[in-house]
């Protein structure tokens, strides 16, 4: 079983202090939300990986509170040095992060580009058979790769990083996502 999350940066989530309250709140949210997968594959016999896209703000968060559950973790990567122009301290945990993983996905060829990004969100949704959106609601990387989720028809569990109150979505035979109850 594998679960994979876009969410947006610090910057739309408090702030870059590593004492920011609200990382600190969604990292026990995604706590949660791995003890209850953890305990889904080992009730089906599975395999659990998370998928993370390795960017600044909840892609991290999301890795590194997988590593202290000890679930494997893939890096999806848009192209390698996507942290040359991080500050050193947030090279030195994404190297920290990345030397951990159990498997390094490079979507494209070195060098930034807007639509790599979106190409590393396609890749991940591919791949994963759950999926997590942290999102407001605003235009932007997170938005698209909702759209994409939606078209892909996977199961999404929303998190609304105001409150941390969780939606579940599902695809239906009407061509829709309905709310279904989180399991």
Not at 41 to 65: F, H, T, Y
Request: hydrophobic residues 40%; proline residues 4%.
């Amino acid at each position: 079983m594998k679960l994979m999350i876009t969410g947006h940066r610090p910057v739309k989530l408090g702030g870059y202090s590593p004492e920011n309250p609200l990382k600190q709140k969604l990292m026990w949210k995604f706590g949660e939300i791995l003890d209850r997968a953890i305990i889904a594959a080992n009730r089906k016999e599975e395999n659990l990986a998370v998928i993370s896209g390795m960017a600044l703000g909840c892609d991290q968060w999301w890795a590194s509170v997988a590593l202290e559950k000890e679930v494997e973790v893939y890096a999806y990567i848009p192209f390698e040095g996507q942290e040359s122009k991080w500050p050193s301290t947030a090279q030195q945990l994404y190297s920290a992060l990345i030397s951990k993983c159990k498997r390094i996905k490079v979507s494209c060829n070195a060098g930034y580009a807007a639509w790599k990004m979106q190409k590393r969100n396609r890749d991940m949704v591919d791949d994963a058979d759950f999926c997590i959106a942290v999102w407001d609601g605003s235009t932007g990387g997170t938005a698209n790769c909702v759209n994409y989720i939606k078209l892909k028809r996977k199961p999404l569990l929303l998190i609304n990083p105001n409150t941390l109150e969780e939606e579940w979505y599902q695809y239906d035979d009407n061509i829709q996502y309905r709310n279904a109850r989180v399991a």
